[in-house]
C-alpha cells in the first residue's frame, strides 16, 4: 500500500525487453535500505525491486502492466514519480493507494491560475463514473484531489511545491497518466451494483 505522496523522482537509466520489459532506475533511495522482492510505485504502478545497485534498482514489467498503463511510453532519461511501500506507522498524507493502476487518463488543458497550475483530463468512459468533486484520486501515483468533473474530464491544482518534488512539471497537454480510481469510490459502486442485482 502506498499514500500518494511522492518522496523520490527516478530516473530511467536503461530498458530491456527479456521476455517482459526490465527497466533500472536510478533513485535517491539508500538502496542498502530496499530489500529484494519490495515494492516501489513508479508513476504510480506497485513494482517489484528485482535487482539492485548502489544508486539504482531494476523492476520486471509484465506485458499486461505495460498495455494497462503508461510505462509503454517510458524511454531513457525519463523523470518518473517513486513512492516507497507504507510501513506501520508512517503518516498518512495523501489517501489509500494500492498501485493498481485501473487505466491511463490524457492531459487535456493546461492553465496557470496564479502561482498554481490547473491540469484537467479525459478519463476513460468506465472509470469516471468513479471521480467525484473533492474526492481523491491519484494520478502518476500522486495523490490529489479532484476540484471538478464535467462528463469524463475533470481538473485538478498543483501548487509549485508539487510541481517541483514531483514530475509534474514535466507533463504537457496530449501526455498519458496513469489513472487510480479511489479505493472506496470501487467498494461503494461494488455494493451499489450488488444491491441491484
Not at 490529489?144 to 518534488?165: C, Q, R, S
Request: charged share 20%.
Amino acid at each position: 500500500m502506498f499514500t500518494g505522496i511522492i518522496t523520490d523522482i527516478g530516473v530511467i537509466r536503461t530498458l530491456q525487453q527479456q521476455g517482459d520489459l526490465r527497466a533500472r532506475i536510478a533513485t535517491g533511495y539508500k538502496t542498502d535500505s530496499i530489500d529484494l522482492g519490495a515494492s516501489i510505485a513508479s508513476d504510480g504502478v506497485c513494482l517489484t525491486v528485482v535487482a539492485l545497485g548502489p544508486d539504482w534498482y531494476e523492476v520486471q514489467v509484465s506485458a499486461e502492466t505495460v498495455a494497462k498503463t503508461n510505462l509503454g511510453t517510458w524511454g531513457v532519461g525519463r523523470r518518473v514519480n517513486l513512492e516507497r511501500a507504507l510501513k506501520l506507522g508512517d503518516e498518512l498524507g495523501g489517501h489509500i493507494v494500492s498501485g493498481h493502476v485501473d487505466g491511463v487518463a490524457e492531459v487535456v488543458g493546461l492553465q496557470d491560475e496564479g502561482a498554481s497550475t490547473r491540469y484537467r483530463f479525459r478519463a476513460p468512459e468506465h472509470l469516471a463514473g468513479f471521480i467525484a468533486p473533492k474526492g481523491s484520486v491519484a494520478l502518476n501515483g500522486t495523490s490529489l484531489t479532484v476540484n471538478e468533473v464535467e462528463g469524463a474530464e475533470f481538473g485538478v491544482n498543483l501548487i509549485p511545491h508539487t510541481k517541483t518534488v514531483t514530475t509534474w512539471g514535466d507533463v504537457a497537454v496530449g501526455d498519458l497518466v496513469n489513472i487510480e480510481i479511489d479505493t472506496l469510490a470501487r467498494y461503494v459502486a461494488r455494493l451499489r451494483d450488488w444491491e441491484n442485482r
